[in-house]
């Protein structure tokens, strides 16, 4: 399938909510009043994108048609006009983040969404809450990269987990990429060191650090996680170049204060959206977009090899219009 129309369709759910809502809500002929733009705020929250996101369409829309005779074109149009603007203008934060608006390409190279060191390997960890998709992810990104022509090492730092070590060494047998792992319980910072040193004497374009699961409010993880950006910053300039935190789409708005908190201590530089197939919390970019320092760089669509894609607000809008 191409990436766009799994685009669309891991955005299905969430767009069924807009698109459902705006035909029965505002139906042909009638006039818009006070009480249907009530009802379309309640179901835009519902989408999680936030209650001030929800509150500008509505604005919008009152601004623009109320006690007027309901247009439903027109009316979608608005919608997905201010879904645009709140996804690629300069709404929010206004970080200035360098993130292409409206420039849209079919399979961008995923190596450009990164922070690239431009000197040896680029290093990217990757951390989170458990369960979140930590170990898909990386590999479902380090195919992404090996489908553009970049050579991937794997470290496999989540020590804790036999399985997760098996499952990450299991993808990169079927990928064709190299992977460190470590003896169980041992120390995570090791087992990136020793990926450092390998992607190093293979001249590897990107190396990507598995991690445990774990909570910012875990002092001796946090820590472990600073050991492990120390130990792999010695070996390799700058690293890690890259520090991707993976939030779990369907656990929407409430998982972004976890996430503000966790990204904070943790210097993410990057946020990796998982699980926005058949989710109906797709909205929940908005809030991250306005929320957080840092921008979506990609988002997981399935739980197979290719359910990865760059994450582009122009296409996402494109994906989820009504
Ligand atoms: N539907 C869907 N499932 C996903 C996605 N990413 C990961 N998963 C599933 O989420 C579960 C946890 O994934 P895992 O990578 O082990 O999480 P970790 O604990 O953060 O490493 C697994 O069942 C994955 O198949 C995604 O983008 N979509
Ligand atoms: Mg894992």
Same mark, same amino acid.
């Given at each position: 399938?191409?990436l766009?129309?799994?685009f669309?369709?891991g955005?299905?759910?969430?767009?069924?909510?807009l698109? $459902?809502d705006?035909r029965?809500?505002f139906?042909a002929?009638? &006039?818009l009043?006070? =009480?249907m733009?009530e009802?379309? =705020?309640?179901?835009?929250?519902?989408?999680?994108?936030?209650?001030e996101? %929800?509150?500008e369409?509505v604005?919008?829309?009152?601004?623009?048609?109320?006690?007027r005779t309901?247009?439903?074109?027109a009316?979608?149009e $608005?919608?997905?006009?201010?879904?645009?603007? @709140?996804?690629?203008g300069? *709404?929010?934060?206004?970080?200035g983040?360098?993130?292409?608006?409206g +420039?849209?390409?079919e399979?961008?190279?995923p190596?450009?969404?990164?922070t690239?060191?431009?000197?040896?390997?680029?290093?990217?960890?990757?951390?989170?809450?458990?369960? #979140?998709?930590? $170990?898909t992810? &990386? *590999?479902?990104?380090?195919?992404?990269?090996?489908?553009?022509?970049?050579?991937v090492?794997l470290?496999?730092?989540? $020590?804790?987990r036999?399985a *997760? +070590?098996?499952? @990450?060494? /299991?993808?990169?047998?079927? &990928?064709?990429?190299e992977?460190?792992?470590? =003896?169980?319980n041992?120390?995570p910072?090791?087992?990136a060191?020793r990926?450092?040193v390998?992607a190093? =004497?293979?001249g590897?374009?990107?190396?990507?650090?598995d991690?445990a699961?774990?909570?910012?409010t875990?002092?001796?993880?946090?820590?472990?996680?600073?050991?492990?950006?120390?130990v792999v910053g010695?070996q390799?300039?700058?690293?890690?170049?890259?520090?991707?935190l #993976?939030?779990?789409?369907?656990t929407?708005?409430n998982g972004?204060?976890q *996430?503000?908190?966790?990204?904070?201590?943790?210097?993410? /530089?990057?946020i990796?959206l998982?699980?926005?197939?058949g989710s109906?919390?797709?909205?929940?970019v908005?809030?991250i977009?306005r929320?957080m320092?840092?921008? +979506?760089?990609?988002?997981?669509?399935?739980?197979?090899?290719?359910?990865?894609?760059?994450f582009?607000? %122009?296409?996402?809008?494109?994906?989820?219009?009504?």
């Amino acid at each position: 399938m191409a990436l766009f129309d799994k685009f669309k369709s891991g955005l299905q759910k969430t767009r069924q909510v807009l698109n $459902t809502d705006v035909r029965d809500l505002f139906r042909a002929g009638t &006039i818009l009043d006070e =009480e249907m733009l009530e009802e379309f =705020e309640g179901r835009l929250i519902r989408s999680d994108m936030g209650v001030e996101a %929800a509150d500008e369409i509505v604005a919008e829309l009152r601004k623009k048609f109320l006690g007027r005779t309901v247009d439903p074109p027109a009316v979608a149009e $608005t919608v997905n006009a201010k879904l645009r603007d @709140l996804l690629t203008g300069s *709404a929010g934060t206004g970080t200035g983040l360098a993130e292409p608006a409206g +420039v849209e390409e079919e399979n961008p190279d995923p190596l450009a969404r990164l922070t690239v060191n431009p000197l040896g390997p680029t290093v990217v960890l990757v951390s989170g809450v458990n369960g #979140v998709g930590k $170990t898909t992810s &990386i *590999a479902k990104l380090a195919k992404l990269l090996t489908d553009a022509g970049r050579t991937v090492v794997l470290a496999a730092g989540d $020590t804790f987990r036999a399985a *997760a +070590v098996e499952q @990450l060494t /299991t993808w990169a047998g079927r &990928i064709g990429c190299e992977i460190v792992t470590g =003896e169980m319980n041992s120390d995570p910072a090791s087992v990136a060191h020793r990926g450092a040193v390998r992607a190093k =004497e293979l001249g590897a374009d990107v190396l990507i650090l598995d991690t445990a699961g774990r909570l910012q409010t875990q002092t001796n993880l946090m820590n472990e996680l600073a050991k492990i950006r120390r130990v792999v910053g010695k070996q390799i300039e700058g690293a890690p170049h890259e520090s991707l935190l #993976v939030i779990d789409a369907t656990t929407g708005q409430n998982g972004l204060s976890q *996430a503000e908190k966790f990204s904070e201590a943790a210097g993410c /530089t990057g946020i990796l959206l998982s699980k926005l197939d058949g989710s109906a919390k797709g909205g929940v970019v908005i809030p991250i977009r306005r929320r957080m320092n840092i921008p +979506v760089k990609f988002v997981g669509l399935g739980e197979g090899l290719d359910d990865l894609a760059v994450f582009e607000p %122009a296409k996402f809008v494109r994906a989820l219009e009504i």
